[in-house]
């Protein structure tokens, strides 16, 4: 019937309605349950026409039929997606099992395994830091490094030591500041207390050794200073001249003025003092000389020094001809000093001069040069005369008149020996060389 109603082209009049046409459209498409609606609509119209209700009983079975098959479905539908779900729970709740032992296992085991190893990194990190900050001298950076792991192992044997090492580091640095400070404002017994105290320590500590020789040179400084001030008041002028020399070598800067002020004093009263007490002694004018030389350099313009340094050179140089029995050389220098000062060298001067003229006088009569040694024994028995005791000058006045007798007449050679014995008779009763 369903066939052929979808098929029909004339029939009974019902078939021609909008209601028949909006069935078979449905009943075509397999919408039954729509087919069936508009089916009942029809046979409200239509209520006694026995093909239209074998239709609508045929097409209300297949719509029951639809309804049962899609219940079905739904049904399956349902199961498989209940089991699916029982199947996901229990997958979920193995696989939340499986979690929960791993989480235990993790924090019964493995935890503490990640957790120490983090720790252990963590100290070596401190500790490399540490040590390479001590290495670069920063020991308030090295304390807080091994501090580190000490908070978290108290007992570190690397750790503890660092911090030791660091901390006398520290001591070391504040030391070392202190006397760096204390040397700045002068004070230079405590600087060097200080820096005694570092080396004592640490004797590489950076350059506290050249620290110390510099604070110790200060205070020997001072002390040559002060030693060479006492000195002078004493009037010890070679006390001052070798402790303010030494001042100088170690700084010529140190207390200039003062020092040198003092230096050329020193040398002055030093050289005239050797020429007073020694003016006999080659050694002794040698060295005054020297002084003298050494006032010059400190006050090259000073006059009066220029004359006593030249006048003192001059008397050297007779004195070196003396010790080499150059007679000649030594009596003309003797002579020079002697016409400038007679009075040179607390009066050495004239000793040295008569003796030099005698031996330049034996030297001619070895040399058969009679008339000249003449005047060499005349001119040293001129000036002994006056050193000589009354008693003994007038002895010599006698051979010397005898010689001069036979000097005017030319006979040098018989006058010669008158002199010799005048001469004998001034060396036996005088100091004179």
Excluded at 51 to 65: G, I, M, N, P, W
Excluded at 273 to 302: E, I, N, W, Y
Aim: charged content about 25%; overall charge negative; some cysteine.
């Amino acid at each position: 019937m369903i066939g052929q109603a979808s098929g029909s082209v004339t029939g009974p009049t019902w078939s021609a309605d909008e209601h028949y046409h909006q069935a078979i459209l449905n009943i075509q498409r397999g919408e039954w349950q729509a087919a069936l609606q508009a089916l009942a609509r029809l046979r409200e119209g239509f209520p006694d026409e026995e093909d239209l209700e074998q239709l609508y009983d045929e097409v209300r079975f297949k719509a029951d039929l639809d309804a049962r098959r899609a219940a079905w479905l739904a049904t399956c539908t349902a199961t498989r997606r209940e089991r699916r779900r029982a199947g996901q729970a229990a997958t979920l709740g193995v696989a939340l099992m499986v979690f929960l032992v791993g989480l235990f296992v993790f924090q019964q085991q493995v935890h503490p395994i990640f957790t120490e190893s983090r720790s252990a990194a963590e100290q070596r990190r401190h500790l490399q830091a540490g040590a390479e900050a001590l290495a670069a001298g920063d020991a308030a950076v090295a304390s807080t490094e091994f501090e580190a792991v000490l908070a978290e192992v108290p007992n570190h044997p690397g750790a503890s030591e660092g911090l030791a090492r660091a901390r006398q580091q520290l001591a070391l640095a504040s030391l070392y500041d202190e006397g760096v400070q204390l040397a700045a404002q002068g004070h230079w017994e405590e600087a060097r207390a200080r820096f005694e105290e570092v080396i004592r320590q640490d004797p590489q500590y950076r350059d506290t050794t050249q620290q110390l020789r510099e604070v110790q040179t200060r205070i020997q400084l001072a002390q040559l200073l002060q030693s060479g001030k006492a000195a002078f008041q004493a009037q010890n002028w070679r006390g001052t001249i070798e402790d303010l020399e030494t001042l100088r070598r170690l700084d010529a800067d140190y207390a200039r003025e003062t020092v040198e002020e003092y230096l050329y004093v020193s040398y002055l009263e030093r050289a005239r003092g050797l020429l007073m007490d020694s003016g006999d002694s080659l050694t002794a004018v040698q060295t005054a000389v020297g002084l003298f030389d050494s006032a010059l350099k400190l006050r090259p313009q000073s006059a009066e020094v220029q004359a006593e340094y030249r006048l003192a050179n001059v008397y050297l140089e007779g004195l070196t001809f003396a010790a080499a029995q150059r007679w000649a050389d030594a009596v003309a220098r003797f002579q020079a000093v002697y016409d400038a000062q007679p009075a040179f060298a607390n009066k050495h001067v004239a000793p040295w001069l008569i003796s030099a003229l005698v031996k330049q006088g034996d030297a001619l009569v070895a040399s058969n040069e009679f008339e000249l040694s003449v005047g060499h024994y005349r001119q040293a028995l001129t000036l002994a005369n006056s050193r000589l005791p009354e008693d003994i000058a007038e002895q010599v006045a006698s051979y010397t008149a005898q010689a001069e007798t036979h000097a005017r007449r030319g006979a040098f050679q018989r006058a010669i020996p008158y002199y010799q014995q005048a001469v004998e008779l001034v060396h036996m009763n005088t100091n004179i060389p």
